[in-house]
């Protein structure tokens, strides 16, 4: 299996900084690569597909980079509603794997 | 849009067959355009993709629990369902159907359900 390796495991924010969260491969995959929105109690949300594309309706604040082995999520300005936890998961091969994950938080 | 909803026992005894059923609406799994997988997350923990399914009936499982799971699909009723096998308490976790697998994401997700494996 892929490993997906995140970090870091948590960050302490506040509005309207940027927050960088990265994500990587034990092995190349180019960009299948996914971003996920978390909050308590609620299922996990697309934000970010094929490593860089926009899913709909998510607003432009959040931005993903990267491919091979190395992605980056960027939130160029954190707003309330932004504290999760944020989920890598890799496409390429199977099974999908998720990264452990990155918790923002309030500083 | 699509929507998704988990069904099924919230508890289950220890050696027994975990049973739940995700009803899709608002588009048709018969429609041929997407895999509709199973994902879990134990309390507290991260996310585990179980497996996947097409239309058709092909199925994809995690090697790490092929040896219990079956995921089937009802076209009738635009419903996909999951039975895990021989359930202990590492079993116990949040349950999620979504739309997509194989090279494809996860959306949307439904609510999930949380089944606890317990006597």
């Known amino acids: 299996d892929i490993q997906m390796t995140q970090s870091p495991s948590s960050v302490s924010a506040s509005v309207g900084d940027r927050v960088t969260i990265t994500c990587r491969a034990s092995q190349g995959i180019s960009s299948w690569l996914a971003w996920y929105q978390q909050k308590p109690g609620k299922a996990p949300k697309l934000l970010i597909y094929a490593a860089s594309s926009l899913q709909s309706g998510v607003p432009s604040r959040f931005s993903g980079s990267g491919s091979g082995t190395d992605f980056t999520l960027t939130i160029s300005s954190l707003q309330p509603e932004d504290f999760a936890t944020y989920y890598c998961?890799?496409?390429?091969?199977?099974?999908?794997?998720f990264g452990g994950g990155t918790k923002v938080e309030i500083k | 849009q699509v929507q998704l909803q988990e069904s099924g026992p919230g508890l289950v005894k220890p050696s027994q067959t975990l049973s739940l059923t995700c009803t899709v609406s608002g588009g048709s799994i018969s429609s041929g355009d997407y895999y509709w997988s199973w994902i879990r997350q134990p309390p507290g923990k991260g996310l585990e993709w179980i497996g996947y399914?097409?239309?058709?009936?092909?199925?994809y499982y995690n090697p790490s629990l092929k040896s219990r799971v079956t995921i089937s699909v009802d076209t009738s009723k635009n419903q996909f369902s999951l039975k895990l096998s021989s359930v202990t308490a590492a079993d116990t976790a949040v349950y999620y159907c979504a739309r997509g697998g194989g090279f494809d994401w996860a959306h949307p997700w439904g609510q999930g359900t949380l089944v606890t494996v317990s006597s």
């Open positions: 399914i097409y239309y058709s009936g092909s199925t």
């Open positions: 998961q890799q496409a390429n091969s199977f099974p999908a794997t």
